[in-house]
């Protein structure tokens, strides 16, 4: 079986079956991997390959979307079946690059710099949001039409939350 | 000695001197807002009162709810922690008025080390260095041209009622002074109500270092060493270490003295602390400002001194004198503070408020570890992002340094980003193992080989992921399988029709 795994936007194709319950053999970036995987307890797994052992949390964050802790550091990992994701691929290209800005994390909107109807460009701040005594721009990921605000200033949002709706278009 | 004391703070530092009275067998009281309810704080603490809703101007900041709560709960004296009222002169004064002990030094050394400008007259009157500057403020853009030419570039200006790394500019020519100094001036404004700003050189290759003292209403006082805090963003302290690479006992000897004299200015009474900022070309030191209250980053002292600085302030805070001589303070080893943030350091330190799904601290040999927070606990929105504090003792500073890696290996926090991948990155960093760096070193030594930092657990994480996201797959699929053979009301034929049907498309 065949996976995409994409990390900080590079793309590496892993194959992977099982051997036996347990043990597993991944080909990555031209090497050939035994791996035995262990789960310690939910979501903490004890991996030892070439004789050597790695304590790694894993969670899944969203659906194929994971948070992996290897040693104190810090990894997100996309893992996508390789036929699904040629799939959304053809089904995607060409669609519309419509942007759903949303919150980063938790917090409070501090101003709202940009209304509907106004024209931005890229790398605009669009909103201000307040969380634990710093202020963090938002800003816009393309030239474009502000086409909807959900956001409301002073309001709470929590992470994840829509703020705004950006059509690409020129003025 | 007190019999009860309220602690006007939250978080790990609320902790640590809860810790402390219990261990002089003092009853504690905690303060909390609407949103602190599960905070440990609060668990940890004899006694606990709601103050008011989240912002802390609304509770935390609230003098005088403060102070009702503590005559409520009949204490003895408040400890103020950092941040807050720490170095609220009024608060103090409040205190008194209201026979209740304030945990730390007299109201007017609050009131003279709390302004730029009137500490700088002080301590200067003792004989203290400054960096050579105006002891007065800035009138107007003539009196500004006057004095850059009296001091040269690169210049400084800064906000008198400045602290905390905000308004302050470095001007390195003629060219942009005046913009500057209305720019200043403006900020010091919007910042701190006060326009009023000052001149002054600016230090090459400019290190962070600062001096524990320790006085007692007795008029003693003690110096117990340095630590050097120049590994900073955005002015903010991250890592702190103590001794530093770069003081001899000679120069630790000369600083001390000269923090002992700052403090004597105001008859300091208390724990505080003295910083200077040191030249790392020609070491040469100049008084910054004193803080008048127990540091984020005291234990790394405690560390190597062995002394108690939480439980010294409380002592003398008490009326009694310091049990500790200059002559017997020691410093032995090596100490790593590390400040445990909510902030991904992958996404430009952007806050990561949130649930903690997970935590593992690190244990063995060395490591101190001061927590706020708990496995299930949620990070509010409204507060610092500073979680926990590692803190590692080592023979010296190379053992420091590893078990510093170590412990932060070991150190699991799941659910929300934090700062503990950055601080491993630095204990790899060359120029902070030399001992080489100054209070640019984020921006200049770190960042540049940070990008280039080629991770090697990366294809760990990697084949983790891929195998878990196998295993779930597979437990998918076997369920469909189960779920049709026991029947269910689905035929599987229809449904075998339809997995045909779509994977057709």
Same mark, same amino acid.
């Given at each position: 079986?065949?996976?995409?795994?994409?990390?900080?936007?590079?793309?590496?194709?892993?194959?992977?079956?099982?051997?036996? $319950?347990?043990?597993?053999?991944?080909?990555?970036?031209?090497?050939?991997?035994?791996?035995?995987?262990?789960?310690?307890?939910?979501?903490?797994?004890?991996?030892?390959?070439?004789?050597?052992?790695?304590?790694?949390?894993?969670?899944?964050?969203?659906?194929?979307?994971?948070?992996?802790?290897?040693?104190?550091?810090?990894?997100?990992?996309?893992?996508?079946?390789?036929?699904?994701?040629?799939?959304?691929?053809?089904?995607?290209?060409?669609?519309?690059?419509?942007?759903?800005?949303?919150? $980063?994390?938790?917090?409070?909107?501090?101003?709202?710099?940009?209304?509907?109807?106004?024209?931005?460009?890229?790398?605009?701040?669009?909103?201000?949001?307040?969380?634990?005594?710093?202020?963090?721009?938002?800003?816009? $990921?393309?030239?474009?039409?502000?086409?909807?605000?959900?956001?409301?200033?002073?309001?709470?949002?929590?992470?994840?939350?829509?703020?705004?709706?950006?059509? $690409?278009?020129?003025? | 000695?007190?019999?009860?004391?309220?602690?006007?703070?939250?978080?790990?530092?609320?902790?640590?001197?809860?810790?402390?009275?219990?261990?002089?067998?003092?009853?504690?009281?905690?303060?909390?807002?609407?949103?602190?309810?599960?905070?440990?704080?609060?668990?940890?603490?004899?006694?606990?009162?709601?103050?008011?809703?989240?912002?802390?101007?609304?509770?935390?900041?609230?003098?005088?709810?403060?102070?009702?709560?503590?005559?409520?709960?009949?204490? @003895?004296?408040?400890?103020?922690?950092?941040?807050?009222?720490?170095?609220?002169?009024?608060?103090?004064?409040?205190?008194?008025?209201?026979? %209740?002990?304030?945990?730390? +030094?007299?109201?007017?050394?609050?009131?003279?080390?709390?302004?730029?400008?009137?500490?700088?007259?002080?301590?200067?009157?003792?004989?203290?260095?400054?960096? +050579?500057?105006?002891?007065?403020?800035?009138?107007?853009?003539?009196?500004?041209?006057?004095?850059?030419?009296?001091?040269?570039?690169?210049?400084?200006?800064?906000?008198?009622?400045?602290?905390?790394?905000?308004?302050?500019?470095? %001007?390195?020519?003629? @060219?942009?002074?005046?913009?500057?100094?209305?720019?200043?001036?403006?900020?010091?404004?919007?910042?701190?109500?006060?326009?009023?700003?000052?001149?002054?050189?600016?230090?090459?290759?400019?290190?962070?270092?600062?001096?524990?003292?320790?006085?007692?209403?007795?008029?003693?006082?003690?110096?117990?060493?340095?630590?050097?805090?120049?590994?900073?963003?955005?002015?903010?302290?991250?890592?702190?270490?103590? +001794?530093?690479?770069?003081?001899?006992?000679?120069?630790?000897?000369?600083?001390?003295?000269?923090?002992?004299?700052?403090?004597?200015?105001?008859?300091?009474?208390?724990?505080?602390?003295?910083?200077?900022?040191?030249?790392?070309?020609?070491?040469?030191?100049?008084?910054?400002?004193?803080?008048?209250?127990?540091?984020?980053?005291?234990?790394?002292?405690?560390?190597?001194?062995?002394?108690?600085?939480?439980?010294?302030?409380?002592?003398?805070?008490?009326?009694?004198?310091?049990?500790?001589?200059?002559?017997?303070?020691?410093?032995?080893?090596?100490?790593?503070?590390?400040?445990?943030?909510?902030? @991904?350091?992958?996404?430009?330190?952007?806050?990561? +408020?949130?649930?903690?799904?997970?935590?593992?601290?690190?244990?063995?040999?060395?490591?101190?570890?001061?927590?706020?927070?708990?496995? #299930?606990?949620?990070?509010?929105?409204?507060?610092?992002?500073?979680?926990?504090?590692?803190?590692?003792?080592?023979?010296?500073?190379?053992?420091?340094?590893?078990?510093?890696?170590?412990?932060?290996?070991?150190?699991?926090?799941?659910?929300?980003?934090?700062?503990?991948?950055?601080?491993?990155?630095?204990?790899?960093?060359?120029?902070?193992?030399?001992?080489?760096?100054?209070?640019?070193?984020? @921006?200049?030594?770190?960042?540049?080989?940070?990008?280039?930092?080629?991770?090697?657990?990366?294809?760990?994480? %990697?084949?983790?992921?891929?195998?878990?996201?196998?295993?779930?797959?597979?437990?998918?699929?076997?369920? %469909?399988?189960?779920?049709?053979?026991?029947?269910? #009301?689905?035929?599987?034929?229809?449904?075998?029709?339809?997995?045909?049907?779509?994977?057709?498309?």
């Amino acid at each position: 079986m065949a996976y995409i795994a994409t990390i900080k936007d590079e793309d590496i194709r892993v194959e992977i079956e099982e051997s036996e $319950p347990g043990l597993y053999r991944v080909w990555i970036n031209g090497a050939d991997c035994k791996v035995d995987f262990f789960e310690a307890r939910e979501n903490l797994y004890s991996l030892i390959f070439d004789h050597q052992s790695y304590e790694v949390d894993i969670d899944e964050v969203e659906n194929g979307s994971y948070s992996v802790m290897v040693k104190g550091d810090h990894f997100d990992v996309l893992v996508v079946d390789e036929k699904k994701k040629k799939l959304a691929e053809k089904l995607g290209a060409g669609a519309g690059g419509r942007q759903e800005i949303k919150s $980063p994390m938790a917090g409070n909107i501090w101003k709202l710099l940009k209304n509907q109807g106004d024209f931005v460009k890229e790398g605009e701040v669009l909103i201000i949001l307040e969380a634990m005594k710093m202020e963090n721009e938002i800003r816009s $990921p393309i030239d474009g039409l502000v086409t909807s605000v959900s956001a409301v200033e002073g309001a709470a949002v929590s992470a994840g939350a829509l703020l705004c709706l950006i059509d $690409p278009t020129e003025e | 000695m007190f019999n009860k004391v309220l602690i006007a703070n939250r978080g790990e530092i609320a902790v640590r001197v809860v810790r402390a009275c219990k261990e002089l067998g003092i009853a504690t009281v905690a303060v909390y807002s609407e949103v602190d309810r599960a905070s440990l704080h609060v668990r940890v603490a004899d006694e606990a009162y709601c103050i008011g809703p989240a912002p802390s101007s609304q509770s935390y900041l609230m003098a005088e709810k403060i102070i009702e709560v503590a005559r409520k709960a009949k204490v @003895d004296a408040i400890h103020p922690g950092y941040g807050f009222l720490s170095e609220n002169a009024e608060f103090a004064e409040l205190c008194v008025e209201n026979d %209740i002990v304030f945990i730390g +030094p007299n109201p007017r050394a609050i009131r003279i080390m709390g302004n730029k400008t009137t500490s700088r007259v002080a301590v200067a009157e003792m004989n203290v260095p400054l960096v +050579p500057g105006m002891k007065e403020n800035l009138l107007n853009a003539e009196h500004c041209l006057e004095w850059s030419e009296k001091i040269g570039y690169p210049l400084m200006l800064k906000a008198a009622a400045g602290g905390g790394g905000k308004g302050m500019r470095k %001007i390195d020519s003629p @060219d942009g002074l005046l913009d500057a100094f209305r720019a200043t001036k403006s900020e010091a404004i919007k910042s701190f109500n006060d326009d009023a700003i000052y001149m002054e050189r600016y230090v090459d290759r400019p290190r962070h270092i600062e001096i524990q003292v320790l006085g007692d209403k007795h008029g003693n006082m003690i110096h117990v060493g340095e630590r050097e805090c120049s590994i900073q963003r955005r002015h903010q302290k991250v890592i702190e270490e103590a +001794p530093s690479p770069i003081v001899d006992e000679e120069m630790r000897q000369r600083m001390g003295a000269a923090a002992l004299s700052a403090a004597r200015s105001v008859n300091y009474d208390s724990a505080g602390t003295v910083e200077f900022i040191v030249s790392g070309e020609s070491k040469e030191f100049f008084f910054l400002e004193m803080n008048t209250r127990l540091q984020v980053e005291h234990p790394i002292t405690e560390m190597v001194t062995g002394i108690d600085l939480c439980k010294e302030m409380i002592r003398s805070a008490a009326g009694q004198e310091l049990t500790i001589k200059q002559e017997d303070v020691q410093m032995r080893g090596h100490a790593i503070e590390c400040r445990i943030s909510a902030e @991904d350091p992958d996404n430009d330190f952007l806050p990561t +408020p949130g649930k903690i799904a997970g935590l593992r601290v690190p244990g063995g040999p060395g490591i101190r570890d001061e927590s706020g927070v708990y496995e #299930g606990f949620e990070v509010p929105i409204h507060y610092d992002p500073l979680i926990s504090k590692l803190v590692v003792w080592g023979r010296d500073r190379d053992n420091a340094i590893s078990r510093c890696r170590r412990a932060l290996s070991e150190y699991i926090v799941k659910g929300i980003k934090t700062t503990i991948p950055f601080h491993a990155r630095v204990m790899l960093n060359e120029h902070f193992i030399s001992g080489d760096f100054d209070t640019s070193f984020i @921006d200049t030594h770190f960042k540049m080989e940070d990008a280039a930092h080629k991770r090697p657990d990366e294809k760990v994480a %990697i084949i983790g992921a891929v195998i878990k996201a196998f295993r779930r797959d597979k437990e998918n699929s076997q369920r %469909i399988t189960s779920t049709t053979e026991g029947g269910g #009301g689905v035929n599987p034929w229809k449904l075998s029709g339809r997995i045909r049907s779509l994977s057709n498309r």
